[in-house]
């Protein structure tokens, strides 16, 4: 199938915990813009706006206050020493922020822009839908479609899992296992030729790293992140008890991961008969580290995995796997 070319207004957005990206076509093939899913409030200030306005961050003045949203968030609370307030958590809205829809509203609305004549189809990720969690996820797809009508775009959604197989799998004709390691959930979708055969998530990802890193060191947990973004990768003489936490609590989300692939494949009756090895792809922002899929190879050989792979490989641009996988959806609508 030829990816390009076809429904030139088409757009991908991927609405993650952590980010969110915007993918469009452009003349060299896919173009990204991505924002940080977070804000901070700072003080009111005359020149304070002004300069905002001027460096083009996006942020909205309330009274005597201003929220910084998108990227510049992260970097101004670690120097005002706060943690960033977040619209999503755990792959979901986050029912603890009051603020959750007007801001990623915000922050949507900067990426995306407002619909021109003909723009579109739209296509927006969303996670697989677990146990349990069936109400929740109805809740946060359907207001997503809200905000995104608003700015004129008819969207459909996709889940993240599938997206990573849309972006990835063209050469094994859409039959793998996609895997998202994002920040606040890892997904992972089965597909076979295309046919999404079972997906789920486990809330298990670079925030729980995170806060669990600066639990144990007494940290806050957006400074870790930071120094885990910068500097953390696996098989190193772990130079301080941030970077030894840092592996501990990788393992922990990688051990839990194989494990819940394993027992999903087991417990899923009436999946087709795959009939030779299959790929698996990994993305997502918490697959960056190096050495992070030797790791995750290393523990799927221990553990005994009930399906034959092929091979294990990274997604070619892991932060923009997602976006890109919805972007090819709506390409094909
Ligand atoms: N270079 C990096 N090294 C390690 N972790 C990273 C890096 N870049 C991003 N991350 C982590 O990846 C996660 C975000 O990944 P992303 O795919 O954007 O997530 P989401 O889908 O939840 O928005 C965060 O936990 C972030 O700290
Ligand atoms: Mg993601």
């Not at 008819?154 to 990573?164: D, N, V």
Request: with cysteine; net charge negative.
């Amino acid at each position: 199938m030829n990816q390009t070319g076809k429904n030139a207004a088409a757009v991908g957005l991927d609405v993650g915990t952590s980010h969110i990206v915007v993918a469009r076509q452009s003349d060299e093939g896919f173009r990204f813009e991505s924002q940080l899913n977070g804000f901070v409030d700072i003080p009111y200030a005359k020149l304070t706006e002004k300069v905002l306005q001027m460096e083009n961050i996006p942020h909205c003045v309330d009274g005597s206050r201003i929220a910084v949203q998108g990227n510049e968030s992260g970097q101004l609370a670690e120097l005002l020493k706060v943690e960033p307030r977040r619209p999503m958590s755990h792959g979901f809205l986050n029912p603890s922020e009051p603020e959750s829809l007007e801001r990623i509203s915000r922050i949507i609305g900067a990426l995306c822009g407002i619909a021109g004549d003909g723009e579109g189809p739209l296509y927006f990720s969303v996670p697989a839908v677990s146990i349990g969690e069936q109400d929740h996820w109805t809740y946060h797809e359907a207001t997503l479609r809200q905000v995104l009508g608003e700015l004129g775009y008819a969207a459909k959604s996709i889940t993240e899992g599938l997206a990573i197989v849309y972006s990835e799998m063209e050469s094994s004709n859409y039959t793998g296992i996609g895997i998202s390691c994002g920040g606040g959930l890892c997904n992972v979708c089965l597909a076979y030729l295309s046919v999404p055969v079972m997906s789920f998530s486990i809330p298990k990802a670079g925030d729980f790293i995170d806060r669990n890193v600066a639990s144990v060191t007494g940290e806050r947990a957006n400074s870790i992140r930071l120094i885990k973004e910068a500097c953390f990768h696996f098989n190193g003489n772990f130079a301080d008890k941030i970077h030894q936490a840092l592996g501990v609590y990788y393992d922990d989300m990688i051990g839990t991961l194989v494990a819940t692939i394993k027992d999903q494949f087991q417990s899923c009756r009436g999946l087709p008969p795959l009939g030779r090895p299959i790929p698996l792809v990994l993305s997502g922002g918490s697959a960056i580290p190096r050495g992070f899929k030797d790791r995750f190879k290393a523990i799927l050989k221990e553990s005994d995995f009930p399906v034959p792979i092929s091979e294990v490989r990274m997604a070619e641009d892991p932060l923009h796997a997602t976006a890109r996988g919805a972007l090819v959806a709506a390409m094909i609508e």
